[in-house]
C-alpha cells in the first residue's frame, strides 16, 4: 500500500473503466486529487504473480473536510482478477489508518445496494447503515450510506434527521427545518417550507447580504411553530450589515431586525448577549437541546460566507453537526456534511462572523409545552 503518484495515472484510469459503469474520475480528476490537500489517493500493488496481473491491483480514495474530524471513503477499487486476496480489506484498514492519523475520528461511504461483496466487507469492518439512498448513481441505481467511528464518540442522542439545503441562500432554514423534524412528530422537511421559512425569517431586502437570516428571524420562525427558543449573541444592536454596501439597503435591514427583535420581546424569548464558550454549548447539547451555529465559511469549504451550521450532540472534545451545504464541485455528496465531528479547538475558530467577531446561536430545546416554570 502506498500514495498514488504520477507515473499511476494509467493504471489508475484502466481501474476506473474496468471496475465502475457510472460514476468514474476523469484522468484529470485523478491527477488533482493526487496533489490536493484534502485527499488520500492509495495504491495496491502485488508482486509475485504472474506477468497477467499488474503491479498496480487496486485503489482507494479518502476525501477530507477542512476543519472537521470526519473523512469520506470515496470508492475502493480492485481489479477483477486480483480479487480474493485481500485487497480490498487491506486498502480500508490502510485509509482508515491514515484517516485516524489524520485527526479523523470518523469514516463515512456510500455503496451501492447490488454491491453485496462490498457491503459485505464494510460490515465485517464495523460499518454501519444510517441511510438508504433511492437513485443516488448516475445510472439510477440505489445505494446504502455507512459510517464507522475510529474511536468511540460518545455524543448523545439520536442524530436530527438531516436537510440538504437546495438554493444558495438557505442554509439557516434548513437548520431550522432540521430542528424542526427533531422535535415535532411527524413534521417533514421539503423545499416549499424551506423557501416558506426563508421569507419568515429573512432581514434582506431585493438583493442586499448574502442570504438574510439572523438569529432573531429565527428563533421568532421557530417561536411560531411552537418551540422553546434561546438567542445568544456576543453583542446587541444590528447584525450582519457589513454584508451590504448601499445605505438605503442597510436602513431597511436595521429596520427589519428591529421588527424581529420586538417581536422577539413579545413572545418572551431570552436574549443572551454573549459570547457564548464552546464548552458550554456542549453542556447544553448534553441536555438535549440543538443550536443553530452562524460559523465562517472560510474554515469549512474556503468561502468568505456567513453560514449556519446545526449543532446537536457533543462529547468532552467535540461537537457533532450538520452542514445543509454539500460543495458538489469538491466531489462532495451528503455523507460528507452529516454527522460532523468538529473539534471544540477547530469549531472555537470557525465559531464568528465579520471582522468584529460576532458570535451567535439560536438554542432549541424543544416544544415550549415541555418546558417547566423552573425551566423558564
Not at 104 to 122: D, F, M, P, T
Not at 187 to 210: C, H, K, N, Q
Not at 218 to 233: D, K, P, S, Y
Not at 251 to 272: E, S, T
Request: proline share 5%.
Amino acid at each position: 500500500m502506498r500514495r498514488a503518484e504520477a507515473r499511476d495515472i494509467d493504471d489508475l484510469a484502466a481501474l476506473e473503466s474496468r471496475c465502475f459503469s457510472t460514476d468514474r474520475l476523469s484522468r484529470r480528476s485523478l491527477r488533482d486529487l493526487m496533489r490536493s490537500p484534502t485527499a488520500i489517493l492509495l495504491v495496491a500493488e502485488l508482486g509475485g504473480r504472474p506477468d497477467s496481473i499488474a503491479s498496480v491491483i487496486g485503489d482507494a480514495l479518502v476525501l477530507f473536510r477542512k476543519g472537521t474530524a470526519a473523512a469520506r471513503l470515496y470508492s475502493i477499487a480492485v481489479a477483477p482478477e486480483a480479487r480474493g486476496v485481500g485487497a480490498a480489506a487491506r486498502l480500508l484498514e490502510s485509509c482508515e489508518r491514515l484517516a485516524y492519523e489524520a485527526g479523523r475520528i470518523q469514516l463515512r461511504l456510500e455503496v451501492g445496494v447490488a454491491n453485496v461483496a462490498a457491503r459485505a466487507l464494510y460490515r465485517r469492518a464495523g460499518y454501519r447503515e444510517i441511510a438508504s439512498l433511492p437513485a443516488y448513481y448516475e445510472d439510477g441505481s440505489d445505494a446504502l450510506r455507512m459510517t464507522k467511528l475510529l474511536r468511540p464518540l460518545g455524543h448523545g442522542p439520536d442524530a436530527p434527521p438531516y436537510y440538504e439545503q437546495t438554493t444558495d441562500f438557505t442554509c439557516g432554514p434548513a437548520c431550522l427545518m432540521m430542528a424542526l423534524a427533531h422535535f415535532v412528530p411527524g413534521y417533514a422537511p421539503d423545499p416549499l417550507d424551506e423557501v416558506r421559512l426563508w421569507r419568515e425569517a429573512t432581514m434582506i431586502f431585493m438583493s442586499s447580504g448574502l442570504g438574510g437570516c439572523g438569529p432573531y428571524g429565527m428563533a421568532v420562525a421557530l417561536a411560531g411553530r411552537g418551540l422553546a427558543v434561546e438567542i445568544h449573541v456576543s453583542r446587541a444592536g444590528d447584525l450582519l450589515l457589513q454584508t451590504v454596501a448601499s445605505e438605503e439597503k442597510r436602513r431597511v435591514m436595521r429596520l427589519a431586525q428591529q421588527d424581529f427583535r420586538k417581536r422577539a420581546q413579545q413572545l418572551g424569548i431570552p436574549v443572551r448577549h454573549r459570547r457564548c464558550s464552546v464548552a458550554a454549548l456542549a453542556r447544553r447539547l448534553r441536555g438535549g437541546a440543538l443550536a443553530t451555529l452562524l460559523i465562517s465559511g472560510n474554515r469549512m469549504f474556503a468561502k468568505r460566507v456567513p453560514h449556519w451550521v446545526l449543532a446537536y450532540a457533543a462529547d468532552d472534545d467535540h461537537v457533532m453537526i450538520h452542514d445543509p451545504w454539500v460543495e458538489g464541485e469538491r466531489l462532495e455528496s451528503a455523507t460528507d456534511a452529516v454527522a460532523i465531528p468538529i473539534p471544540f479547538a477547530e469549531l472555537d475558530r470557525m465559531w464568528h462572523w465579520g471582522k468584529s467577531g460576532l458570535r451567535a446561536m439560536v438554542l432549541v430545546e424543544g416544544p415550549r409545552a415541555s418546558r417547566t416554570e423552573d425551566d423558564r
